[in-house]
C-alpha cells in the first residue's frame, strides 16, 4: 500500500522529524519506519493507530480514503 508509505512520511516531514525520532517513540528501529515509508511493509494495526493519535489524523487519512487529514 504505497499511499500509507506516502502519507506516513510527509506526516514525519510535516514535523520535522527523522525516522530514527520516529521509530524510537514506536519502540522500532529506525530501519522499519524506513521500511513503512517505502511501503515494503505495512506496520500494525497498532502502530497505526499510534500514527494517527500522534499526529492528529485520521486512519481515513493514512489509508488515502480523503485527503482532508480530520477524515471524512
Partial sequence: MQ???ERLRALREGMKMTQAQVG???G?????VLRYE???H???AE????YADYFDVSLDYIF???DKPEGK
Fill in 3 to 5: 499511499i500509507v508509505g
Fill in 42 to 44: 505495512t506496520p500494525t
Fill in 38 to 40: 517505502s511501503g515494503l
Fill in 64 to 66: 488515502g480514503r480523503t
Fill in 47 to 50: 502502530k497505526l493507530l499510534w
Fill in 28 to 32: 522500532v528501529p529506525q530501519t522499519s
Fill in 24 to 26: 524510537k517513540l514506536l
